[in-house]
């Protein structure tokens, strides 16, 4: 876009004033091209442009003026000479951390493997691997706040182990273990790996000065704590933060709405981007009717030079999936019918999951995050179809298909060059767009309120699905959100 719309020319002026600024853009709206509006509007200054990702980065390197520099939070923290040869070590395993650190002796542990009492009431075994693994996601955790301690509130929750009992007994085995694995990684000799998140945490700890006059933070709906503390602590630059608070769908691994915190912490003021250049009128009123339910203050318009349809389509060029073992099940279909199938991401996390799923089926304990909590396959059964549909669709693939085929068919797929069809999960769509798009129908209705009678729908699926709506250009398929008109009321 050569000449800006009213609002990017807004943004300009408001930054020309001296001050911070928060700039809510909507899915398409240009909000990389209005900061590099702001960034050749006055050469004189040195900048920042904070990155979500170092793809991001390196594609703003090459077209942000040269008065700019592009990071990611990582990339301010790295420091090559302290960090490097660690980062270089070959792969460590949970198991091999645990028996590096002794979780045994930490927790004095003599004899037989402690164990905790599950939801459905079976003795699960927690393994020394166990404990450290759920120990480094527990110190992750902590890494993407801005607490200065490791507590209670840092451990993860996992399916099958909500009840209290269950809860307190995790506590006790897993935080003097994440504990002590800090401390060991503080030291420069560790015997644990470092990793990219750990030295972010180290470094926003120290107390950085950042030697820059201007901070531009993107994608800031997805802004980790730690970060965040980081950059409203540079009072002596200018800071502008961008993003799409309604894209806020990170919030389960420690991301928050970076865009709220410093309309609150700094009282600036906060400008829109509504006019989207990614898809016509059709698919905006689409995507405003998520924005209202979940009631964002932005309402998007669709450009009028880009032709948009919704409705079905039968041959769609990519499909988004709300979970993985959604896009499992899409992924087998397409296989099955001879299409060349491309999984964003890669196959790996269907894989952990068929491997996880195996393991419990042989009587062995996993580790991975979905089933770790559960003592045995029948026990995932069980929970899955009386307490939690979310792992009804990984049940029945699993049971239909075996972990063996799964396994095979993520082996089978192709690269998104040579597809016929994309599958994604909502969350890895994040920052895509294709011609047409297909939602899969495993965006669940939420089930009434037994109590009310109310359908109420968690705000984060909202935005999740107003996301998944927003990755279409020309054409969209959203008959699987039809029970949005049934929605009564959002929560928190």
């Known amino acids: ?58 594609d703003a390197r090459r077209s942000f003026p040269a008065n700019v520099l592009c990071k990611t939070g990582h990339g301010l923290a790295y420091d090559p000479q302290r960090f490097g040869r660690r980062l270089q070590r070959p792969r460590q395993t949970a198991h091999q951390a645990a028996q590096a650190l002794d979780v045994r002796k930490i ?17 699960k075994a927690m393994t020394s691997k166990i404990i450290m693994r759920i120990a480094l996601d527990t110190v992750t955790r902590w ?17 099958g182990l909500t009840k209290k009992e269950a809860r307190e007994q995790l506590l006790a085995l897993v935080l003097p273990v994440a504990q002590a694995a800090w401390q060991d990684l503080l030291r420069d000799d560790s015997v644990l790996n470092l990793s990219h998140d750990h030295y972010l945490k180290m470094w926003a700890l120290s107390g950085p000065r950042i030697p820059t006059d201007v901070v531009l933070l993107d994608e800031a709906q997805d802004t980790n704590d730690v970060l965040s503390a980081v950059l409203l602590a540079q009072e002596h630059a200018q800071r502008i933060a961008v993003g799409d608070s309604a894209q806020q769908i990170y919030s389960w691994r420690g991301a928050n709405d970076a865009l709220a915190t410093f309309t609150r912490e700094l009282g600036c003021p906060e400008l829109t981007l509504s006019q989207s250049f990614r898809f016509g009128p059709e698919i905006a009123s689409r995507a405003n009717i998520w ?63 068929a491997w996880a799923a195996e393991a419990l089926q042989g009587g062995r304990p996993t580790d991975h995050p979905e089933l770790m909590g559960f003592a045995s396959w029948d026990d995932v059964r069980q929970y899955a179809f ?7 669709v990984l049940v029945k693939l699993i049971d239909e298909h075996g972990p063996d085929r799964i396994v095979a068919a993520a082996d089978g797929l192709c690269s998104e060059d040579q597809a016929e069809l994309v599958v994604s999960t909502a969350h890895r769509s994040k920052g895509r767009e294709w011609p047409a798009v297909r939602i899969h129908a495993d965006f669940r209705a939420p089930k009434p309120d037994p109590t009310t009678g109310l359908v109420v729908l968690p705000r984060e699926e909202g935005r999740l699905a107003y996301v998944a709506v927003t990755r279409a250009r020309e054409r969209l398929d959203d008959t699987a959100l039809a029970w949005v008109r049934d929605v009564t009321a959002v929560s928190a």
């Open 1 to 58: 876009m050569v000449n800006p719309t009213p609002e990017q020319a807004e943004a300009v002026e408001t930054y020309s004033d001296g001050l911070d600024m928060v700039l809510q853009a909507g899915a398409g709206c240009g909000k990389s091209a209005t900061l590099k509006m702001v960034a050749r509007s006055d050469s004189r200054r040195r900048m920042t442009y904070v990155a979500y990702n170092a793809s991001i980065a390196a």
């Open 107 to 123: 927790l004095n542990i003599i004899g037989a493997t402690p164990s905790i009492t599950t939801d459905v009431g079976h003795p």
């Open 143 to 159: 890494c993407y706040s801005a607490d200065r301690e490791i507590t209670a509130k840092h451990v993860p929750q996992y399916d």
């Open 291 to 353: 924005l209202q339910l979940i009631n964002a203050p932005l309402r998007l318009t669709g450009w009028t030079h880009a032709e948009s349809h919704v409705g079905l389509i039968e041959a769609p060029d990519a499909i988004l999936c709300r979970t993985n073992a959604g896009a499992m099940g899409i992924v087998m279909e397409g296989l099955a019918s001879g299409r060349k199938v491309a999984l964003v991401g890669g196959g790996s996390a269907i894989k952990q999951l």
């Open 386 to 392: 009386e307490e939690d549909g979310s792992l009804e």
